[in-house]
């Protein structure tokens, strides 16, 4: 079956003839992207893909830092209210237009309409972080944002990955009507074609700019040496991994980490690992008529091995983290390390005292993750133990994120992209479920403390807060945290150049094949 399959790809492949001289990459998607608007109908492959095409006025460095990007330079106020972007000089879209001070205006009015669903327009528009109340573009270079108050998140923000990172568009990426049609960006490739549920195809951008010195994260020198990325989707781990060893593709971005030891014997094969700022997690649902008793929630935490769940979800690659910031994080200390002992009896105990009779607690989960499936089984089984009947259903990856959306769920196995600063860590799951039903914590006093962590940038006073935010939290068991995961990727020893760092999302500028 898998020599099939590999063989399918192998014609998929040559569909489309190469010319000579024309260098391919061929990496493995584990599902369809869901649409080319940055930002907007998005998940983590859409993500991965549409950073490559187009480019935001900063980005986070490898250090997960904050550095300019189309932006030369960036000037803040001395009171905090106003960013001064200075743009790079002869920027190029894709349609070949220079990039200019309009561009990006043009771009931030489309994403500030409430219409557009961009899934950040609450960190903008006083909902969440801050308050842009003006956009002025005084001469072609240059842009100025005005804030109704100063936020020490205002820059992060605009780089969030899953943000889209702010990119900046050309108004021909819209239709006659308004509505998206193809992204025109600035990005070292350009979308090529896009045959659903089989490849999505990038090409090289012969007049991109890019940034002199070395590759910094998503900033830095970003020039592409690749001709053609094509992106093919293979949603069975099997076949991606029988397609990489018959030479059919060249990079899987994300293996599974037992298939690590056979990848490692080989010469051929070349392995790239980085502990991520992902987050593994079993979401609660609140306000499910059984769930909203924090007993239950806290029964069901104390009834897991979370320190064996998260070793072996992980194939050892990752320790439990039973904070929301991420191991890696500079914020994550000691007050973070408090979390969940397995405790049976005291588990019983506040089962009898919520009045808990046996009734069936439905998880969701998917497949498309094996440590995503896999979390759910572990917690079946572990909260048995403690008389917890949980059951649960498994859905397609899209019908998962959307029901994770609309909060329709009791519990959920979920895996989280990184957030790289420690507020966006808690504003990842907290927020008000009226306004924002995908968020798992509307804690009232938690949200203030969240508030001022977004507004202040003193970094004791923020540590400070972090550490209240994450006792409130575990108090709360709105979730629990497993382990923030490893991103080990696998590819061809002719590819060099490729290698994975924190986001856990694949970069391929830099990378050749020979």
Request: net charge neutral; aromatic share 8%.
């Amino acid at each position: 079956m898998l020599h099939v399959l590999a063989l399918g790809l192998a014609a998929l492949l040559c569909s489309t003839p190469v010319m000579a001289q024309e260098t391919l990459l061929r990496t493995r998607l584990n599902s369809d992207i869901r649409s080319t608007d940055p930002g907007t109908n998005r998940d983590a492959n859409t993500d991965a893909v549409v950073q490559h095409v187009v480019e935001g006025l900063v980005a986070y460095r490898e250090d997960t830092s904050i550095g300019p990007l189309l932006a030369e330079r960036v000037d803040q106020s001395e009171d905090g209210r106003t960013y001064t972007f200075t743009l790079r000089q002869g920027v190029r879209f894709h349609n070949g237009a220079v990039l200019t001070s309009a561009d990006v205006k043009f771009a931030w009015d489309r994403y500030m309409r409430r219409e557009t669903n961009w899934r950040c327009l609450p960190e903008f528009d006083g909902r969440g972080a801050a308050r842009v109340t003006a956009v002025e573009t005084p001469d072609p270079l240059t842009v100025v944002f005005q804030l109704a108050e100063p936020s020490a998140l205002f820059l992060a923000n605009m780089a969030r990955v899953d943000c889209g990172g702010t990119g900046i568009w050309h108004r021909d990426s819209l239709n006659a009507d308004g509505s998206w049609r193809t992204p025109v960006g600035t990005g070292p490739y350009r979308l090529g074609e896009w045959r659903r549920g089989q490849f999505v195809e990038l090409m090289r951008f012969p007049d991109y700019v890019a940034r002199v010195g070395e590759r910094d994260g998503y900033t830095g020198n970003k020039a592409a040496f690749v001709d053609r990325i094509r992106w093919l989707i293979i949603p069975d781990a099997a076949a991606a991994k029988a397609a990489l060893l018959s030479n059919t593709i060249d990079v899987i971005p994300d293996i599974n980490s037992e298939d690590l030891p056979e990848y490692r014997a080989r010469s051929d094969i070349r392995t790239s690992s980085t502990q991520t700022m992902g987050v593994m997690a079993l979401l609660f649902q609140t306000r499910d008529p059984l769930l909203r008793d924090v007993r239950l929630r806290r029964a069901i935490a104390l009834s897991l091995d979370l320190p064996e769940m998260a070793r072996a979800l992980s194939d050892g690659h990752s320790e439990y983290n039973p904070s929301i910031i991420p191991s890696r994080s500079p914020a994550n200390g000691e007050a973070q390390r408090e979390g969940y002992r397995r405790d049976l009896n005291e588990a019983r105990r506040l089962l009898r005292e919520a009045g808990y009779r046996g009734q069936t607690i439905r998880m969701l989960t998917t497949q498309r993750y094996s440590s995503v499936f896999d979390a759910a089984v572990m917690a079946q089984a572990m909260a048995k133990e403690a008389g917890i009947n949980i059951e649960f259903d498994v859905l397609d990856w899209a019908t998962l994120l959307d029901r994770y959306t609309r909060g329709d769920y009791a519990m959920m196995a979920f895996t989280y992209s990184a957030r790289l600063d420690p507020s966006l860590s808690f504003e990842m799951v907290s927020g008000p479920k009226d306004a924002q039903p995908r968020k798992t914590w509307d804690n009232p006093e938690g949200l203030e403390r969240l508030r001022e962590s977004m507004r202040i940038s003193d970094p004791a006073r923020r540590q400070a807060l972090f550490d209240d935010l994450h006792r409130r939290f575990i108090a709360d068991v709105p979730m629990i945290t497993l382990y923030n995961d490893a991103n080990i990727a696998a590819f061809r020893a002719n590819v060099t150049g490729f290698q994975t760092w924190p986001t856990g999302q694949p970069r391929f500028w830099g990378v050749r094949v020979r």
